[in-house]
C-alpha cells in the first residue's frame, strides 16, 4: 500500500551571469562569416560555454532568415569553430543570425529567434537558444567580426533532496519517480524569453538518488529536464523508503507536488523530510520513552547501642 508523505517545500534556482569572460574565440580570415559560442550559467547545466561542442545557425539579410544559412550546423571547441559550405559577407548587407543547440530539435527562424515544433522533453536533453544577432552595414573593406551568440536555457530542471530528523540509521531512497508529466509542446519565442504552448503527451521521469541519508547528511536525486508549464493539479511522485540500522523498515511513499508552475531557464529543488511520523504513516514510529523515576527513602535510623569496652 503506498503512503503520503509531506513535502516540506521546493527551492527555486535562477540562471546567474557569468562573472568572467567565457566568449570562445575563434580567428577571423578570408573574411568568412565565422561564430562564438557564449551559454548562460545555470547550475549543473547540461550544455555550458566549456562543454558546448555544436549549434545549428540561420542567418541572411535583406529580411530574410535563411538566406544565407538554413540550419547549418557549426561544430568545434574553444579557439576552433567550424562549418560546411563556407559562406562569405557581403558589402553593405545588414545581416541577422539565430542559432540553437542541439541539433535535432525541428526548429524555424523568426524575427525574435528560433522557435521549436512538437519538442520533446526527454529528461536528459537540454535545450538552447540564442539572442537575435544584428551586423549592420557590412563593410567588406575592414576586418569582419566574428559572429557571437549568447544563448539561454528554455526547458526546466528539477531534482529532490531528502533529509531526516531520525537517530542512528541509513535511509535508501529507490524507485524514485515523477508520474505523467506531460512533455511535448511548441516554443514561441519573444526575444529575451518565450514561452510554451499547453503541452500534450505524457512521460515517467525517473530519478535515482545514488546515497543513503542520513540525520547530519542530506542526500539529492539526479536531475531530470522537462518542459515548463503551469499546474492546476499537483503531480504524483512515487518512491521506496529503506531504513536500516537502529531500526528496520521499508514503505512506499506517494508525494503530490506543489502546483509551481515550471519558468525556462530555472532548476526547482524539491525538498522532503523523513520524520518517525511520516517515514511510514500508517504504523508512525513510536520512540521509547522513560517516565519520571521514583526513589525509595531510607529506613528510619534504628537506635543501637554501641558498648565501649573499658581499659
Not at 20 to 30: C, I, P, R, T
Not at 260 to 267: L, N
Request: hydrophobic content about 35%; charged content about 20%; aromatic content about 10%.
Amino acid at each position: 500500500m503506498r503512503k503520503s508523505l509531506f513535502l516540506l517545500g521546493v527551492t527555486v534556482v535562477t540562471l546567474s551571469s557569468c562573472t568572467q569572460n567565457e566568449v570562445l574565440e575563434v580567428a577571423g580570415s578570408n573574411k568568412a562569416i565565422g561564430f562564438d559560442a557564449f551559454v548562460n550559467k545555470s547550475v549543473r547545466a547540461d550544455i555550458t560555454t566549456e562543454n558546448i561542442n555544436h549549434f545549428k545557425v540561420f542567418g541572411g539579410y535583406d529580411g530574410n532568415y535563411t538566406n544565407v544559412f538554413n540550419d547549418e550546423k557549426v561544430s568545434g571547441s574553444k579557439g576552433s569553430w567550424t562549418y560546411d559550405n563556407t559562406q562569405y559577407w557581403t558589402n553593405g548587407k545588414t545581416y541577422t543570425f539565430q542559432a540553437y543547440a542541439p541539433e535535432g530539435a525541428t526548429a524555424s527562424a523568426t524575427a525574435n529567434g528560433v522557435n521549436f515544433t512538437n519538442f520533446v522533453a526527454d529528461g536528459a536533453t537540454d535545450l538552447l537558444v540564442s539572442a537575435v544577432k544584428t551586423v549592420s552595414e557590412v563593410n567588406t573593406s575592414s576586418e569582419p567580426e566574428t559572429v557571437q551568440f549568447s544563448f539561454r536555457h528554455v526547458l526546466s530542471k528539477i531534482k529532490f533532496t531528502f533529509s531526516t530528523t531520525l537517530n542512528n540509521v541509513n535511509i535508501a531512497i529507490s524507485d524514485l519517480k515523477i508520474n505523467q508529466v506531460p512533455d511535448t509542446g511548441n516554443y514561441t519565442n519573444s526575444g529575451s524569453t518565450g514561452s510554451w504552448g499547453s503541452p500534450s503527451g505524457t512521460k515517467d521521469y525517473d530519478l535515482t538518488v545514488a546515497e543513503e541519508v542520513t540525520k547530519s547528511d542530506a542526500k539529492s536525486s539526479t536531475e531530470v529536464i522537462v518542459m515548463p508549464q503551469t499546474f492546476s493539479v499537483g503531480l504524483s511522485v512515487s518512491f521506496k523508503v529503506t531504513v536500516t540500522g537502529g531500526l528496520s523498515l521499508t514503505a512506499d511513499h506517494t508525494v503530490t507536488l506543489p502546483t509551481t508552475a515550471w519558468e525556462e531557464g530555472k532548476c526547482y529543488n524539491y525538498k522532503a523530510e523523513l520524520t518517525p511520523e511520516n517515514i511510514d504513516p500508517l504504523n508512525p514510529l513510536k520512540p521509547v520513552q522513560f517516565g519520571d523515576p521514583s526513589v525509595s527513602g531510607w529506613e528510619p535510623f534504628t537506635d543501637d547501642e554501641v558498648t565501649v569496652a573499658q581499659p
